[in-house]
């Protein structure tokens, strides 16, 4: 009574405290989310200089490990950045002025093509009987817009011949311009770029002097407590940022390269400016390539009179980007930033909404932090659920609720790619077992009832069949000429004569067993021992004395969750039916450590105890005198 009350008042705690803690959640959501649009004139070149310390950090220990001294080092790193940075603009502002200059060039081109694809649509008649019904249209309103002024005449208080008056054309003037209006003009517009430019040296610079430093009081901060997780999560942050920016450049750059490279050969003009901005523009996720693919398809359309040269960079581009984005990339860069593909393109959508095209280039890199943050600190793990690539349900939860939505084909699926490099007994133990037993913990609290235990023994059913091609031998083991006949001889044997049953597979309380007891006798036939699954119906008392024994050496009884009454009267009953065959007792949710601290099971009059479908198999194959898989496991005999 007073468990049931602690646990009813725990209950009615949590749930009286999950709307509180979601409103502060909410609102904690809402004032970082205001602060960093209020403060984005500060932050976002604070952000720039943060991931930009990142990149040259790697360089400033190199120079100071070359005994340069610290401020040296951070300000030639600097330099060298700002020199490279200033070299890619003014190669860029070249580049797009001689673009500008041969522009009227292509006028001639483009005026050709949008005539040819006019009369191609003339012939058609299509667009020619559009225009004419616009045109007769156009011509009707204003006919009607006449008249109807005509009818109302002249405006009071004028004359006819008012309305006749030709308007009085005025022209403007402006005055020279000063000086100072020329130069505000001009450096207006760089003004902010400029400014922003300014901030993010001076806060990089300050950033690279007092990295240590400002690690320790970020330490000190967030985690003195504990020192070794708060060092880990830095570690973490700084590896998978570093890794990122380190392949994610190199992937570029060669993007660059290739698209710089292929457009000189097509013939498109400045085919260097279009492969520097494919470099820099490939760094927005998923959409950037495309981006920097637009500007060098409308040049190809311009200067081709015909049109293979814009089929060609249209190919191009869609080749490079496949190869890098679908071989090179996940090569390279696979599991780097540890975000999910959904994480992404969210990520992308709110930094842009929120800082604009700043935002967009620092997408990604921001949301790898808030998932580091939500890996190593225990309130905010909602980060690393919504926005990390880990799967959201552990493999056996992930069985349980594909059993429980009637999807064994997905679960088949997601079994398979266990499968390539393990067998088929380590998928039963380690994730169908442990699925099940989540299935049986529902029992258990009243929230699974006989009818859904069925439907997930149909699908495990159906998921067993699905199974039925992969074969139980080791990853890698390899199998001899002699070894795979006489199996596949055993087991046409098997197959040819069904009422050679050797082992009877009983589930001996439900649905569930009955679906592990399935999983059993798969594997047994696959190692040529003749199984079959028998209910627990077919043993109870009334129908035990029913139950066809031709053969039987060994009865296993499975358990998912046993008591020690049941298991002993059903091993008595058993014996009663097949004295001479050997009982095996299947506790899969057992360890061997526990049964032989168990006395309950100990006096269960069983002739063995087994605890995993791959134990299971090794023993009752030595039972019947079948070839079965050596197994390490512990097992653990009972007395008779």
Not at 379 to 399: H, T, W
Request: hydrophobic share 50%.
């Amino acid at each position: 009574m007073v468990s049931s009350l602690v646990s009813r008042q725990g209950v009615d705690g949590r749930v009286n405290a999950a709307p509180s803690a979601s409103s502060a959640t909410v609102v904690i959501f809402a004032i970082a989310v205001t602060a960093l649009y209020v403060g984005r004139d500060v932050l976002m070149p604070l952000a720039l200089a943060v991931l930009l310390g990142f990149v040259l950090a790697p360089l400033v220990l190199l120079l100071r490990r070359m005994h340069f001294g610290r401020v040296p080092s951070v300000l030639a790193a600097v330099f060298l950045a700002f020199l490279i940075i200033c070299g890619i603009a003014m190669l860029i502002g070249g580049q797009i002025a001689q673009l500008a200059e041969n522009l009227p060039q292509y006028q001639t081109t483009i005026a050709q093509k949008i005539e040819s694809l006019q009369t191609t649509a003339t012939g058609s008649g299509i667009v020619e009987r559009t225009s004419s019904m616009f045109s007769e249209l156009r011509r009707e309103i204003t006919k009607t817009t006449e008249d109807a002024e005509s009818k109302k005449g002249p405006a009071p208080g004028g004359s006819a011949g008012d309305s006749q008056q030709k308007p009085i054309p005025v022209e403007i003037r402006e005055p020279p311009a000063a000086p100072m209006e020329v130069i505000r003009a001009v450096v207006g517009p760089l003004w902010g770029p400029l400014a922003t430019g300014g901030i993010v040296i001076v806060f990089l610079i300050f950033i690279l002097l007092q990295r240590e430093d400002m690690r320790d009081r970020f330490i000190r901060l967030v985690g003195s407590r504990d020192l070794q997780r708060t060092t880990q999560a830095l570690d973490d942050g700084v590896q998978r940022l570093s890794r990122y920016f380190l392949a994610q450049s190199a992937i570029n750059a060669a993007f660059g390269v290739l698209i710089g490279t292929g457009l000189f050969f097509i013939g498109v003009p400045n085919p260097v400016l279009w492969g520097v901005l494919a470099m820099l523009l490939r760094f927005v996720p998923y959409i950037g390539a495309w981006i920097a693919a637009f500007f060098p398809l409308v040049l190809a359309f311009a200067v081709d009179p015909h049109w293979s040269m814009l089929l060609w960079t249209l190919g191009m581009f869609a080749v490079v980007e496949l190869l890098m984005g679908q071989a090179v990339e996940p090569l390279l860069n696979a599991h780097s930033t540890g975000l999910s593909a959904v994480a992404i393109v969210v990520a992308a959508a709110f930094w842009t909404w929120l800082w604009g095209p700043v935002g967009l280039l620092l997408s990604t890199p921001l949301t790898v932090c808030l998932v580091v943050i939500g890996r190593h600190v225990e309130r905010l793990q909602f980060l690393d659920v919504l926005l990390g690539d880990k799967p959201a349900l552990a493999p056996e939860e992930s069985f349980y609720q594909r059993m429980l939505a009637g999807d064994p084909d997905e679960a088949a699926h997601q079994a398979e790619e266990f499968l390539k490099d393990r067998r088929l007994a380590d998928y039963y133990d380690e994730i169908a077992i442990r699925g099940l037993a989540l299935a049986q913990l529902d029992v258990n609290r009243g929230a699974l009832d006989h009818d859904r235990c069925a439907q997930i023994r149909d699908s495990v059913e159906e998921l067993v069949d699905d199974l039925s091609d992969h074969d139980d031998a080791p990853a890698g083991a390899a199998e001899s000429e002699d070894e795979k006949a006489a199996r596949d001889e055993k087991s046409a044997r098997v197959d040819a004569d069904a009422r050679q049953i050797e082992v009877l597979c009983v589930a001996s309380r439900g649905a569930l067993d009955e679906a592990t007891a399935m999983m059993l006798a798969q594997l047994l036939d696959k190692h040529g021992i003749g199984a079959r699954v028998v209910s627990g119906r077919d043993v109870s008392p009334a129908n035990i004395t029913r139950l066809e024994t031709k053969g039987v050496k060994v009865v296993c009884l499975a358990y998912l969750d046993a008591s020690s009454a049941n298991t002993r009267y059903l091993v008595r009953r058993v014996r009663r039916r097949l004295p001479q065959a050997r009982i095996v007792l299947a506790l899969w949710l057992r360890s061997p450590i526990e049964n032989s601290d168990d006395g309950a099971v100990r006096q269960s009059e069983a002739d063995l105890v087994v605890t995993s479908l791959k134990e299971a198999v090794e023993r009752i194959g030595k039972e019947v005198g079948a070839d079965a898989p050596q197994s390490p496991v512990e097992t653990t005999p009972t007395a008779a």
